[in-house]
């Protein structure tokens, strides 16, 4: 029981295509009427992809580069050598934050591995959903575990997250 990603059915795509791509043959082949439908299939196929491609393109608020500039600030507050670790909390369930650990890899301060979450010095909380009074009472383990929960620090991204910087003693 666990959520369904779009990249797990992306395989169905092509196959959806190629099936209507064979009922809209048999259709050509029954002359008129089958015209009729094709073009009522087009007409309509058309309207309804018009009409959701305005809610998705109106929805691209959050890019890329706004992702990449979110990784930019924390690294800025990463000092050299030092061990740190991400943990996002938004709806997905990425508590590992694979789209700004891929940016924080790439840098000259990249967070550490998996292996070595528990010889963390910082640890740095994404809050995108901003759902929780306090995100340093989150169940999440890495949270948990960490032995410091005063903030040293707590910043909001304009239009996205909110960050909150817990560094040991």
Excluded: M
């Amino acid at each position: 029981k666990h959520r369904i990603y779009e990249h797990d059915i992306a395989y169905l795509y092509p196959l959806s295509f190629f099936v209507t791509a064979i009922c809209l043959e048999y259709l050509l082949k029954k002359k008129y009427l089958g015209y009729i439908a094709i073009v009522a299939f087009v007409v309509l196929f058309v309207r309804f992809n018009l009409r959701h491609s305005q809610v998705i393109l109106t929805s691209l608020g959050w890019t890329i580069a706004h992702t990449q500039g979110v990784a930019k600030t924390i690294e800025d507050r990463v000092q050299p050598g030092e061990k740190y670790n991400i943990v996002l909390l938004n709806d997905t369930g990425d508590i590992y934050g694979q789209n700004y650990r891929y940016f924080l890899l790439t840098s000259e301060k990249p967070p550490v591995p998996e292996e070595s979450f528990g010889e963390v010095e910082t640890l740095f909380i994404i809050d995108e959903q901003q759902k929780v009074d306090s995100e340093v009472s989150s169940p999440v383990y890495e949270i948990v575990t960490f032995p410091n929960k005063v903030p040293k620090e707590i910043y909001k991204i304009p239009n996205g997250p909110e960050i909150v910087v817990l560094r040991k003693l």
